[in-house]
């Protein structure tokens, strides 16, 4: 994995977010991807905890994320890039400084980021972490709570703690066609952020029912495979060229 790193050879992956109003395109997951000659793909929920572990975790994340900003700036400028940060980098007080002078060195407004924290990661220190947080949102970055609804999904937090989105898990949204129970814990869900003033993206839409079903909830972004899978730089441009054109000749993206 360190040598890897070191040959350039872990890559990054996009995943469209979108508007479910509008099923407009608003932004991309940077989702790691690494092939190695011998194991073969080694998922991410493998081998950033690993990197995590190990210590290499801020050489991996700098160069996922140096990689990541350098292909958003071939989006339209409307475009967010959400990009993940580990467990470990919550806990490391350099990392606010480390996360914006890396997309400054590559030219991203602060504002055209995102960044998904889990709540795990906040609850191992719980000041380290507001404090990058706040940090890195004076400077204009965006907060997302991911996979909420399966750790703790503590309210306190949600009252106290300075986020700007919430990412429903997936384990909510693939049964909500299925049973009542998470469509209504998923309705609940979006009322509260609602009344908090935090945006709401559904993680894992699969199908057309559940894009529906989440559309009749009022939810106001949406994230899977029925959307988009997550593909590579150039398969991601691509894709742009082709939802700017369907969406008329004033916006164009260059490939
Ligand atoms: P996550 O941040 O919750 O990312 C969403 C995961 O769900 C991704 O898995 C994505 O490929 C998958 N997914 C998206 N839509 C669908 C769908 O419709 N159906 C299904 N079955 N899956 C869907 P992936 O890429 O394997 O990443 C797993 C986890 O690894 C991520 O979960 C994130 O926690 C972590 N990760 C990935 N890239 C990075 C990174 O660059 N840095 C850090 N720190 N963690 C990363
Ligand atoms: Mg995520
Ligand atoms: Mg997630």
Redesign the pocket.
């Given at each position: 994995m360190r040598n890897a790193i070191i040959a350039d050879e872990v890559d990054?992956?996009f995943?469209p977010i979108v508007n479910l109003k509008t099923d407009m395109v608003v932004g991309f997951?940077?989702?790691?991807?690494w092939c190695d000659p011998d194991l073969g793909y080694v998922?991410?929920?493998v081998f950033?905890p690993l990197a995590e572990e190990r210590g290499f975790?801020d050489s991996?994340?700098e160069t996922?994320l140096r990689k990541a900003a350098e292909t958003a700036l071939l989006w339209p400028k409307e475009l967010f890039l959400s990009?993940?940060?580990?467990s470990a980098?919550l806990m490391d007080p350099m990392t606010s400084t480390n996360v914006l002078s890396i997309i400054q060195r590559a030219g991203l407004d602060p504002r055209r980021l995102e960044l998904?924290i889990?709540e795990t990661a906040v609850m191992t220190d719980a000041d380290v972490a507001q404090k990058i947080v706040t940090e890195l949102r004076a400077a204009g970055v965006r907060i997302s709570l991911?996979?909420f609804g399966t750790g703790q999904s503590s309210l306190g937090r949600l009252r106290d703690f300075s986020f700007d989105k919430v990412?429903v898990?997936?384990a909510f949204v693939?049964r909500i066609s299925a049973d009542r129970a998470s469509e209504h814990i998923v309705k609940a869900i979006i009322a509260m952020c609602d009344g908090l003033n935090l945006e709401v993206v559904a993680?894992?839409?699969?199908d057309f029912s559940e894009a529906l079903k989440l559309k009749g909830l009022g939810c106001g972004m949406g994230?899977?495979?029925?959307y988009g899978?997550?593909a590579d730089s150039v398969t991601t441009l691509r894709y742009l060229a082709e939802k700017y054109q369907e969406a008329g000749p004033a916006l164009s993206v260059a490939v």
């Amino acid at each position: 994995m360190r040598n890897a790193i070191i040959a350039d050879e872990v890559d990054v992956h996009f995943q469209p977010i979108v508007n479910l109003k509008t099923d407009m395109v608003v932004g991309f997951e940077a989702l790691a991807r690494w092939c190695d000659p011998d194991l073969g793909y080694v998922s991410p929920a493998v081998f950033v905890p690993l990197a995590e572990e190990r210590g290499f975790i801020d050489s991996l994340s700098e160069t996922l994320l140096r990689k990541a900003a350098e292909t958003a700036l071939l989006w339209p400028k409307e475009l967010f890039l959400s990009f993940n940060l580990s467990s470990a980098q919550l806990m490391d007080p350099m990392t606010s400084t480390n996360v914006l002078s890396i997309i400054q060195r590559a030219g991203l407004d602060p504002r055209r980021l995102e960044l998904e924290i889990t709540e795990t990661a906040v609850m191992t220190d719980a000041d380290v972490a507001q404090k990058i947080v706040t940090e890195l949102r004076a400077a204009g970055v965006r907060i997302s709570l991911d996979d909420f609804g399966t750790g703790q999904s503590s309210l306190g937090r949600l009252r106290d703690f300075s986020f700007d989105k919430v990412k429903v898990d997936r384990a909510f949204v693939s049964r909500i066609s299925a049973d009542r129970a998470s469509e209504h814990i998923v309705k609940a869900i979006i009322a509260m952020c609602d009344g908090l003033n935090l945006e709401v993206v559904a993680e894992g839409i699969e199908d057309f029912s559940e894009a529906l079903k989440l559309k009749g909830l009022g939810c106001g972004m949406g994230q899977g495979y029925f959307y988009g899978k997550p593909a590579d730089s150039v398969t991601t441009l691509r894709y742009l060229a082709e939802k700017y054109q369907e969406a008329g000749p004033a916006l164009s993206v260059a490939v």
